[in-house]
């Protein structure tokens, strides 16, 4: 009896056993989750994203400890993006009060430290909504110079960068494919991850409709699974925080979509080629996604960026993972992620709960 058992289980596994229990079997595997790999927080200091002097590490450890330690050890995320880099000053050199041969003066390497001796990894964001005009003006002064200067600081801090580039009328896509190819010939795609500084990723709208045109050029020549240029995208926080977890999936569904309607339309992308974003500190309240990993969104949302399916682009299931906007003090008013209101029981059960890689490993190519 032993034998026979063993022979159809043989005969099962090469596939010449067919039949209704089959299907369903199959089915289960191929809905199986996977897991984030990206999980991480753009990071705006105490000044509201100037990073505009340089930091005593105390006060920085008793603001944002939760980053790197989410009760038990561990640190609460992988990732924390720096927030943020004038393009302008970094293109001109720029050194004055808040700011050293173009680089935010807060941004040191002491801080970049303080997270990667954590396996937490650090990139910088240039740009944000406040510099928008900045980078118009950068790109069409001197593109390339800018991004050979974001590579230069990039290897010298051993950091990533991000570009948060938000000019929704009429983007200069010219110039920042200037930047990307300057960027590109001095840190080429590296899809192992193992230099951070070769990391360079793009934000884009929470989804297919604001941003247009820069979201897609990224999807189509940048982000591609065949020809990778940038690493990944981040699909930003709406402008007011999604209500439910249906809110939130519908924008992430654009992006995996596409918009065929659309002309020219935007080509559907890679779930493996973005994150998702949600808020932690924006506003007047305290939220569950900082502190109550059970109520968050960043649950409710949890099987959906883990499953979704591609729709025209990419081979596996499951988004990149999360981010989260923003730690310490997002603005100069409204709720921080400073004690008490540190994010250990949202962000960091979060982490807890998807067995968050630590250090951030390779990730997914499609």
């Known amino acids: 009896m032993r034998r026979i058992l063993i022979l159809l289980t043989a005969i099962a596994s090469f596939g010449f056993l067919a039949g209704p229990a089959a299907g369903p079997a199959q089915a289960a595997v191929a809905a199986a989750p996977t897991p984030p790999q990206v999980y991480g927080a753009w990071h705006c200091s105490n000044d509201a994203c100037l990073w505009g002097s340089v930091r005593d590490m105390t006060d920085f450890d008793h603001n944002n400890h939760w980053l790197i330690d989410r009760g038990d050890g561990r640190p609460s995320v992988n990732l924390v993006v720096l927030s943020f880099v004038n393009p302008l000053r970094l293109l001109n050199g720029t050194t004055d009060a808040q700011t050293l041969n173009g680089t935010p003066r807060g941004m040191t390497a002491d801080i970049v430290n303080y997270f990667t001796s954590h396996n937490v990894r650090v990139m910088l964001s240039i740009g944000g909504i406040t510099y928008v005009n900045d980078w118009n003006t950068a790109l069409s ?73 820069l979201d897609r050029k990224a999807t189509a020549d940048w982000l591609r699974t065949d020809v990778p240029v940038l690493d990944y995208a981040n699909a930003m926080v709406p402008s007011r925080q999604p209500s439910s977890a249906t809110d939130a999936q519908s924008n992430w569904q654009e992006h995996v979509d596409g918009k065929s309607n659309y002309s020219p339309p935007i080509p559907p992308l890679a779930p493996a080629k973005f994150t998702g974003s949600l808020f932690i500190a924006e506003g007047n309240k305290v939220r569950p996604e900082c502190t109550n990993f059970a109520s968050s969104l960043q649950k409710s949302t949890g099987p959906y960026v883990q499953t979704v ?24 008013r409204g709720v921080t992620t400073t004690p008490p209101n ?14 968050i890689p630590l250090p951030m490993p390779a990730l997914r190519q499609s």
Not at 152 to 174: F, M, R
Not at 326 to 331: L, T
Not at 342 to 355: F, I, L, N, P, R
């Open 342 to 355: 540190t994010c250990e029981g949202g962000v960091g059960a979060g982490a807890s709960a998807y067995s």
């Open 309 to 332: 399916a591609p729709n025209g682009a990419g081979s596996t299931a499951g988004m990149l993972g999360y981010m989260f906007w923003a730690a310490e003090r997002p603005s100069t």
């Open 141 to 213: 002064t001197n593109a390339t110079q800018l991004g050979l200067n974001a590579a230069t600081l990039a290897s010298t801090l051993h950091v990533g960068i991000e570009i948060d580039y938000e000019e929704s009328s009429s983007p200069n896509l010219t110039g920042l494919q200037a930047f990307i190819n300057a960027y590109r010939g001095r840190l080429p795609y590296d899809a192992s991850g193992a230099n951070p500084a070769a990391r360079l990723t793009i934000d884009v709208a929470a989804g297919d409709r604001w941003l247009i045109a």
